[in-house]
């Protein structure tokens, strides 16, 4: 008699597939498991049975689960999610904080009167002690109402390269003599209008937080508690250093006030546990958290006892916390909560694309911050002094755009994700030229910069160094007399990872100069905040090459060769025109005689001459530059040192001639 093999239907045996995704696959995979496992207790399976809707309610509960299964994933991703609060969550995971708006931004030219001084012997100026200093967040608007706010300080006082001032006689006295000048300097602006918020603060709470009422809030500008304590906005909570702003005067500086013209203030970090941070939601309101720590004791006071010192073990018998021996500070709270006190928060509101503004549409002052005191003025002086604030004229001759709303929701995507890659530090040559130019106008201005790695110092700075002449150098400036020029400013021979940075300055007539020691100060403080631990940063003169250029033509009959001569000069003046030229950049000669020759009424370029200016000429550089070894098919190659060609004067080092 044959065996008969029963197939096991028990419960671990049946065959449950996971792969159902929607409602026909989960009610189709339903009726299959019941036809399998259970096909004498139930047949009837059409769709007005009363098992069918159980299957059907089932497949429905099934999908529904399924999809948002499927959801939560997808709006996990940053490339695959789709609402804006999802989107705004990972952003911030990211290290990225969303912008509600854009303001306008622009240069607007202020106009004072300044009265006139003599030096007793007949030679008339603007008197320094009438000159305006303008405050940062003074407000100006247009006659439609639009307000703009200064970003810096626009100080009368200083005339450099970077910050220039104009000045004309204005008026004059019967006899002649100069009574009023007219001072002219610019500013940078932004949209928006200054807002002010009191908060009153009870007991701590930690990681308290603040809604402001409005949107597209721009920026946080102070907030300052009842105490006259001022809080500092950071990245993040447990970044306890804040970048301020010190004047370059000699309470402060010392030495370094001497070059207060063109640094008028020096970039210092403040150590400060009274730190918030700001965030905005999807809606673009913005929120200010402050710190979790409850205590009441201020990071800045908190002093280092060595008895203390631990290394934050569990059987330490010296100290029952951790300790970093690197702050001092034992407070893991990520900064004060404030507590028992009035916040004062000044914030600016505005932006997006109704902000821009056509040219001369700002015209009102509407509220200015002088930083002009009149305590120990006579009563006259101070009487024109007020008129001298009252004359302030202010007017935009480009218009004011860069106005946006807030970020699309695949902006957001985008910039967060390339913020992401980023880490905010600075890692190749472009990263560190970025952070360089970037620094703020106030610390001083960087005219040219160059990076070029450690070993590339070998090539041509130590020959200068040992006084090494070699003429095959490809024109290196090699010269003895430059090792008095040649400053090592901050240099580290025994970090391998070091890398070398060649900057320059401008002077007053926007000249290339050597920067001076509180713009070199500045730029370390500033760059050290984005290089990586290992890197090390060699701060180092570029080199100026001086030149000359001699260039003679012919001209068509009928044309004025005079015009035609000083058309062409302007032409070479463009040329050479300093903003245009940096680092180890050639200069064709070719494309120098083409624009030469399109000079309206050139007949031919006959020749074009580039000739070496140095110190022996006059007041040049002291780098002497061999301009024929250099040369090769009409292209002049820089020098292997980074160096930057330059005409010094125009005026007088370009001269042409009509044949």
Known sequence: MANTIQKDFSPNSKDVRYLNRDFSQFRESLINFSKTYFPHTYKDFSPASPGMMFIEQVAYVGDVLSYYTDYAFKEGQMFSVTERKNIVSLASQMGYKIKPARAAIGEITLMQLCPAADDGMGNYFPDPDYMLIIKENSQFSTNENAYFILNSVVDFSINTAASPRKEEIYSRNPDGTPLFFLLTKKGSVSAGQIYTKEVVVGSPSPYFTVKLGEKNVLSIL????????????????????????????????????????????????LKTSRRFVVNVDEENYTYIQFGAGISGTSDEIVTFDSNLL?????????????????????NENYGMAPQNTVLTITYLIGGGLNSNCQSDEIKNVASVLFDNPSEGLLPEQVELLNTVKNSLQVTNMEPVVGGKDAETNEEIKLNAMAHFASQNRAVTQNDYLVRIYSLPPQFGSIAKAQIVSDSNLNIGINKILDGVIDSNNNGSVIDNRVNNYFRKVSYDITNPFAINVYILSYDSQKRLIKPNKALIKNLITYLKQYRIITDGINIIDGYIINIGVEFSITVYKGYNKKDVLLSCIKTVQNFFNIDKWNFSQPINLSQLQLEIAKVNGVQSVVNVKITNKTSLDGDYSPVEYDIKAATKNGIIYPSVDPSVFEVKFPSSDIIGACL
């Open 222 to 269: 102070s907030i300052v508690d009842s105490d006259d304590n001022n809080w500092y906005e950071t990245e993040y909570l447990a970044q306890e250093l804040v970048p301020i702003s010190v004047p370059n005067i000699d309470q402060y500086e010392g030495s370094l006030s001497q070059y207060r013209d063109s640094v008028p203030y020096i970039l210092k970090y």
């Open 310 to 330: 631990g290394v934050g073990l569990v059987n330490s018998s010296r100290v029952n916390i951790p300790l970093d021996p690197s702050n001092f500070l034992s």
